[in-house]
């Protein structure tokens, strides 16, 4: 049987610009020590590509949320489901997200780290779907705009699939 799948992004173009964008945050935060929070689950692959491509010294946390419903459809309301307990008052922190949508979710995310008094907070998201936004939202750093097609594999899942898959691929229906 074959996979309803088409690739989008391939591996190798991801990695390239996942290495442009640390280098730009390790730039942009040079000195500061910043704490790196991953949004989960789908941030997991991003994340640890980003990390080890950075060379100044971060923290990482981590925060779960549930926003979807079962596979595509979004419920429109976010719930914290694993909240930070490290203080972050003072700090500089960077959001790190797989995918911004309609920008209900990192709408929340920030809005709830922003309760925790940091110095500075910034996101930065692998791709975005800016022609979705339900929320005036723009991420600090973004690494690919991508159109309104679901996609699933480096992270990202479609009912809990396809998270393995290196390159991003589409779902076709
Ligand atoms: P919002 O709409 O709140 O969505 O910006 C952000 C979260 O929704 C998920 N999402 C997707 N997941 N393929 C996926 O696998 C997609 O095309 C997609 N679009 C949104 C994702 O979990 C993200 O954190
Ligand atoms: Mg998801």
Do not use: Q
Not at 33 to 49: T, Y
Not at 79 to 105: A, C, F, N, Q, S
């Amino acid at each position: 049987m074959s996979r309803p799948l088409k690739v989008v992004l391939r591996r190798e173009e991801i990695d390239r610009r996942i290495a442009e964008l640390a280098a730009a945050i390790s730039r942009d935060y040079d000195g500061c020590e910043p704490v790196l929070i991953g949004v989960l689950k789908g941030c997991f692959v991003f994340m640890s590509d980003l990390v080890r491509k950075l060379d100044i010294p971060v923290e990482v946390e981590f925060i779960r949320l549930s926003s979807y419903g079962p596979a595509r459809t979004t419920s429109g309301r976010v719930k914290l489901t694993h909240g930070i307990g490290t203080p972050l008052r003072g700090r500089h922190v960077l959001v790190v997200e797989d995918i911004v949508d309609t920008g209900l979710t990192i709408r929340f995310v920030l809005d709830y780290l922003r309760r925790k008094r940091p110095a500075s907070i910034k996101a930065c998201t692998l791709f975005d779907k800016p022609s979705r936004r339900l929320v005036e939202i723009r991420p600090d750093y973004v690494g690919f705009t991508i159109p309104d097609k679901f996609v699933v594999g480096y992270g990202l899942d479609c009912d809990e699939k396809w998270r393995h898959l290196p390159d991003l691929c589409e779902l076709e229906e």
